[in-house]
């Protein structure tokens, strides 16, 4: 085994998102501030900043504000504020426009800003390496390193240049280690090392099981008669039916419109594909007439945090941290986590620098639990706590009335005094025999269109010759089980086609996976039945690279 370099560092943090940027700007203002210095280093798994960024987006600014007062001055490209907020009801033909008054006030979008969340993460970016953060693109961290006492001492990258058989190519080099006094984790949704300490630390010993839900997201150019900037429209219903989602559309700048659909991944029917439930979506009346005569020019997929308040773990634990959508502060009803990802790594900075400036190392940051749980992080969540899981028990309709009841109390300050649970994703699939089957159209081509075709526009790419990064626990169990149970249900709820089942010579099905095609969305290692499905990191720079997204 090649010995792997090494590099020491303060603070190492893992995704150059919204909340790793976000941890590492506020511990270099702590440390300008002190006079002391403190050195940060941020690896990021895309190409680039921002090129595994998605999201739909629809930011409120209020941590921002906390974090860059002046960022409106710096270029932030916040600049289409949200003029219009719509929520429709869908039926298969017709909607209904719920009243602005019926909508608690925070779900009103006022004061909020629509744009491209990778280009947000590109300007934070900015701002950080201004202030001496160092960031690492193209470098996924793919090893938890552990000091003796069981604490952890950092990570390491993946190795580079090997062969899908694992053996060396003539291009190997070894991964680093990067070594710090305390790590944050700001891997998004599922990440893979947030997993392992998961499981390691027995994060969720004292919460519940987290849920997610599957965004999947076009980007469209549309003329400029139609366009119209700060337009936000947010419908439910059709064409879900025993399912949970809904669907999205924001004009944003350059006369371009995001537009998405989400479906919660509790789902049970295994027909169930929530990328043809998108395709679906945008042939209603409704929504055709936003985007009737423009062009798509970008697609993508990726897994939200569901779960809230109740789903939220252990946040530190010796020697790191969890942070942002690894610890999963995604508003359900406000189809928002931007704000509260970036506080979360506002805080977790806040408590590492009162270590670092006491020479403590490795040890738990046990001030970031307590500041998350008293901070306005805490107070949002709670008030909505029982909306995501009203719907899973009681469904659409009932659900929503459910949840709006509860909303409005929280919005007046009565809190009822139980929280609904969750039931883990993975656990809810009905059997084929139980399930009836899905007839999708197929794809127009102008409207509509099909899984490799949308792939394609995520410029997604991956070194052939490296090893598979889907793995599988048991080779066996996609046929014996998936298929013999629930008919292959991922080949349906991938959005990018990775999966699908072919026949041998000797007649047998045999699980074909494209990992080329992944997108890094997660949803096969969350739905998977049995749990036999692992995702792992790729070679580094691999994956999608977004653009505008």
């Given amino acids: 085994m090649s010995e792997r370099e090494s590099m020491a560092y303060d603070v190492v943090i893992v995704g150059a998102g919204p909340a790793g940027l976000s941890a590492a700007i506020r511990l270099k203002q702590l440390a300008a501030e002190a006079g002391r210095e403190i050195s940060v280093c941020i690896l990021e798994k895309g190409s680039e900043v921002g090129a595994h960024i998605l999201s739909g987006a629809v930011i409120d600014p209020k941590a921002l504000n906390e974090l860059i007062p002046d960022w409106n001055d710096k270029g932030s490209p916040l600049t289409v504020p949200v003029t219009e907020n719509h929520h429709w009801v869908l039926s298969k033909t017709g909607k209904f426009g719920m009243p602005h008054v019926a909508l608690p006030p925070f779900m009103r979008n006022k004061g909020t800003y629509t744009l491209s969340l990778g280009n947000f993460c590109r300007w934070l970016a900015g701002q950080a390496e201004e202030l001496g953060v160092e960031i690492f693109p193209g470098f996924p961290a793919a090893e938890v390193l552990f000091n003796e006492d069981g604490s952890v001492k950092g990570v390491a990258t993946g190795d580079m240049g090997l062969a899908r058989d694992g053996s060396h ?98 789902y049970s029917n295994p027909y169930l594909s929530p990328f043809e439930e ?160 899905i007839d999708y159209p197929k794809p127009d081509g102008v409207l509509t269109f099909d899984r490799l075709t949308s792939v394609f526009l995520s410029n997604t790419n991956h070194e052939e010759d490296q090893p598979v990064h889907l793995t599988l626990k048991d080779a066996s169990v996609p046929v014996d089980v998936n298929l013999a149970l629930y008919d292959g249900p991922e080949q349906r709820y991938c959005p990018a086609g990775v999966y699908e089942f072919v026949e041998e010579p000797n007649g047998k099905p045999r699980l074909q996976i494209n990992a080329q095609n992944c997108v890094h969305c997660k949803t096969c290692d969350i739905k998977d039945p049995t749990q036999n499905i692992n995702w792992v990191t790729p070679e580094g720079g691999g994956g999608p690279n977004y653009p505008n997204m």
């Fill in 278 to 437: 998108f395709q679906r979506w945008k042939t209603h009346p409704a929504i055709r007439a936003e985007i009737e005569g423009g062009r798509r020019l970008s697609y993508g997929a990726r897994a939200i945090n569901e779960g809230g308040w109740q789903a939220i773990p252990q946040l530190a634990f010796p020697g790191g941290a969890l942070i942002g959508c690894s610890a999963g502060f995604v508003n359900v009803p406000r189809i928002k986590g931007t704000h509260t990802a970036m506080k979360s790594g506002m805080l977790a900075a806040e408590a590492a620098f009162d270590a670092l400036c006491k020479d403590r190392s490795s040890d738990l940051l046990e001030a970031y639990e307590p500041s998350v749980r008293s901070s306005w992080i805490d107070k949002e969540l709670r008030m909505v706590r029982n909306a995501q899981p009203a719907v899973a028990h009681f469904g659409g309709l009932l659900g929503t009335l459910y949840a709006g009841f509860d909303m409005w109390l929280g919005q007046l300050g009565i809190r009822l005094p139980w929280t609904l649970k969750h039931k883990a994703d993975n656990t809810t699939l009905r059997r084929k025999s139980e399930a009836k089957k």
């Fill in 169 to 266: 190519r003539p291009d190997y080099q070894p991964g680093m280690e990067l070594h710090a006094k305390y790590t944050f984790f700001a891997e998004g949704a599922r990440g893979s090392l947030t997993k392992e300490l998961t499981r390691i630390f027995g994060l969720r010993d004292q919460s519940g099981p987290q849920v997610f839900g599957l965004g999947v997201k076009e980007l469209w150019e549309i003329p400029a008669d139609k366009h119209k900037p700060g337009r936000v429209i947010h419908s439910q219903g059709w064409p879900l039916d025993d399912a949970w989602g809904g669907g999205f559309l924001y004009h944003q700048e350059n006369n371009q419109v995001a537009l998405g659909f989400v479906v919660a991944l509790d």
